[in-house]
């Protein structure tokens, strides 16, 4: 299993913060310009990454103000999970941290761990400048 975690500092509460992931409607904000024909509600999300596959996501888990997990909805390339964690720091903020859990061959590491984490911390880095 491949681990890609991205983390960020945010000068907002964590309930804010989890309101704001928990509506995978916000999370078209977060996406880089390689991503297109997003469509989305509350709970799932599809879209096409350029140049790489199309994926549709789910909410499988919620803990309120915690955790947040999606899984594919449709048959993917490779199973992946796509977890978002909150959790107050000491500045009154809160932590956010993106983690993607892929199941990748040798190859499919190669190909796709580097563009994984590249979409990882930019969505955190987008998440820092929609909620501060």
Do not use: C
Not at 46 to 75: C, D, G, H, W, Y
Not at 104 to 124: F, R
């Amino acid at each position: 299993m491949t681990i890609i975690e991205s983390a960020t500092e945010l000068n907002a509460p964590v309930e804010k913060v989890y309101a704001f992931l928990a509506d995978l409607n916000n999370h078209q904000q977060l996406m880089p310009e390689n991503i297109y024909n997003w469509s989305s509600t509350e709970d799932e999300a599809s879209f096409t990454i350029q140049n790489m596959a199309k994926l549709a996501i789910k909410i499988s888990s919620r803990i309120a103000n915690q955790e947040l997990v999606a899984i594919p909805s449709e048959k993917a390339p490779f199973d992946i999970e796509l977890k978002w964690t909150v959790q107050a720091n000491e500045n009154g903020g809160t932590t956010a941290t993106h983690i993607l859990s892929a199941d990748l061959n040798m190859m499919m590491k190669m190909l796709a761990a580097g563009p994984l984490q590249k979409l990882a911390d930019h969505q955190t880095s987008r998440l820092k400048e929609v909620l501060g």
